[in-house]
């Protein structure tokens, strides 16, 4: 049954690409190949801490380790108004499809890595706002880790969105001991995966506009207000 799913959801992914990616085939290429992978934590220094840090987990199947769909519209409209490092959750996440079915909806192995960036961030720039957010898997990335950091590093972080919540109906629509207040999630009325299936429906592609607008504009109020 378990495998039945998996190829369900491969196929319902596969299928449903061409709504997600509404761009030309070329400008989509152009987008992978700059904006797939971001590192701009791991490699800034201490001495020379940014207005804001953005970390982002990408969906299943995407490139790079920002991705090349909500990460970088985000990151994009962060950077017009803001000195920001932009770092994405790769290494031991891979955005594979099978861990979607695991408890929590990744792996621990994931959630390690995004609180390994978390706890970097805290300690390179520990007055510096830190934002992040997830597509679909990756946000089961960021609530798995956020809520298991300490107090302090939880603190720093101002703002969160997440778009396709996978945990959204597990968690009643929030991420475990992180304010309310300072998350936003966009789940689209017929996004399955909102609703505690992991059914690919054509909503779970659908969150360019918000990931262009109100979801950067919250983060931008988030770090202006910190």
Not at 183 to 212: K, M, N, Q, W
Request: hydrophobic fraction near 40%; charged fraction near 10%.
């Amino acid at each position: 049954m378990k495998f039945f799913a998996i190829t369900l959801l491969a196929a319902a992914l596969t299928s449903a690409l061409p709504v997600e990616f509404e761009s030309n085939v070329a400008e989509v290429s152009i987008r992978q190949t700059i904006y797939d992978t971001r590192n701009d934590l791991v490699l800034g220094s201490s001495s020379n801490c940014p207005q804001a840090i953005f970390i982002f987990a990408r969906a299943s199947s995407e490139t790079g380790n920002i991705g090349i769909t909500a990460g970088p519209n985000v990151a994009g409209q962060l950077a017009r108004s803001l000195n920001v490092w932009v770092q994405g959750v790769g290494g031991p996440y891979t955005a594979d499809l099978p861990s979607n079915f695991l408890p929590g909806g990744t792996s621990i192995l994931a959630i390690n890595e995004a609180k390994r960036l978390f706890t970097m961030a805290h300690t390179k720039c520990p007055n510096t706002p830190i934002v992040a957010g997830g597509y679909s898997q990756g946000t089961a990335v960021m609530s798995g880790s956020i809520s298991g950091l300490s107090s302090t590093i939880r603190n720093q972080i101002k703002g969160v969105v997440l778009f396709g919540y996978t945990q959204n109906a597990q968690n009643n629509g929030g991420i475990p001991s992180f304010p309310s207040n300072k998350l936003r999630v966009y789940c689209g009325i017929t996004d399955a995966v909102c609703y505690g299936t992991l059914f690919i429906l054509p909503d779970h592609f659908s969150y360019t506009d918000e990931s262009l607008g109100v979801a950067p504009a919250f983060l931008k109020q988030q770090i202006a207000s910190a």
